[in-house]
C-alpha cells in the first residue's frame, strides 16, 4: 500500500521551459513535505519543503504547492536547467518532527532536453 | 569533506557473508538514519537511532542490525547476506524536531 506516489517515472522538459512534477498522499496524517533531488552516484539532498498549514512554498526556481482537499503537491521549477536533470523524491511526514516518519515516493527521473 | 561519509562506496559480497557498513557525520546531529533504495522504489528506513541508547526498527529491519558507537557514527550489519540484499544503501541525519534529512552518498551493496 504506497502512501506517497509520484506516478510519472519520467518526464522530459525542454531547457527554459516549466517542468511540474506531481506527487499524491493518502495519509491524511502527513503534516510536512519535502521534495529531494539526485543526482547519480550521489546520495538524496533536500530541495524544499512545506508545511500543512501552507498551500505554497517558493525558493529561487522551485515552487511547491500543496492541495490538501486533493491530497496532491507539486513542484515547479521555472526555468528548467540542464542541472536540474535528476531523480526528484517526494516525501511526507506525519511524525511531527525528526526523518523516521518520512515516507518516500518511488522518484521521477526530470530530464531537460536543450 | 562531506558532511555524512559512508564507507564503503561499493561492495561485492558472497551469500551468507556478514558485513558492515559504516557511517560517520559531523553535523552534530544526534538522529541517524539507515535507509535502501531498490530500482523502481523510493526509500525505504531500515533502522534508526535518536541518540546512542535508542535503536529503533524502521519498515525493513529483517535481516539487518545496527550500532551506535557514537554520536557521530552508525553501523549497519547484515549478519548473513542474501541476493535480495543487493541495494543502495544510504546514511542520513537529522537534527531535533528537523525533517530535513541529509544523506551520505551510499554504498552499493552486490550479494552474489
Known amino acids: 500500500d504506497q502512501q506517497v506516489k509520484q506516478n510519472s517515472p519520467s518526464l522530459s522538459v525542454q531547457e527554459g521551459r516549466i517542468s511540474i512534477l506531481n506527487c499524491d498522499y493518502t495519509?491524511?496524517?502527513?503534516?510536512?513535505f519535502l521534495w529531494y533531488k539526485k543526482y547519480p552516484a550521489e546520495g538524496p539532498t533536500f530541495l524544499i519543503s512545506?508545511?500543512?498549514?501552507?498551500d505554497k512554498n517558493e525558493d529561487g526556481r522551485f515552487t511547491v504547492f500543496l492541495n490538501k482537499s486533493a491530497k496532491h503537491l507539486s513542484l515547479h521549477i521555472v526555468p528548467s536547467q540542464p542541472g536540474d536533470s535528476a531523480v526528484y523524491f517526494c516525501a511526507a511526514s506525519d511524525s511531527g518532527g525528526g526523518a523516521d516518519g518520512l515516507t518516500f515516493g518511488k522518484g521521477t527521473h526530470l530530464i531537460i532536453q536543450p | 569533506d562531506a558532511d555524512v561519509t559512508q564507507t564503503p562506496r561499493n561492495r561485492i559480497t558472497k551469500t551468507g557473508k556478514r558485513i558492515m557498513l559504516e557511517c560517520s557525520q559531523t553535523?552534530?546531529?544526534?538522529?541517524m538514519y539507515w535507509y535502501r533504495q531498490d530500482p523502481g522504489l523510493g526509500l525505504r528506513l531500515i533502522y534508526y537511532s535518536f541518540d546512542v541508547k535508542d535503536i529503533n526498527k524502521g519498515e525493513i529491519s529483517d535481516g539487518y542490525s545496527v550500532s551506535r558507537q557514537a554520536q557521530a557514527k552508525f553501523s549497519l550489519s547484515l549478519e548473513s547476506a542474501i541476493p535480495n540484499q543487493t541495494a543502495l544503501y544510504f546514511c542520513?541525519?537529522?537534527?531535533?524536531?528537523?525533517?530535513?534529512?541529509?544523506f551520505g552518498q551510499g554504498t552499493r551493496l552486490t550479494v552474489v
Open positions: 512545506i508545511s500543512s498549514i501552507k
Open positions: 495519509n491524511s496524517m502527513f503534516d510536512y
Open positions: 553535523k552534530g546531529h544526534d538522529r
Open positions: 542520513a541525519t537529522s537534527g531535533l524536531d528537523r525533517e530535513e534529512a541529509f
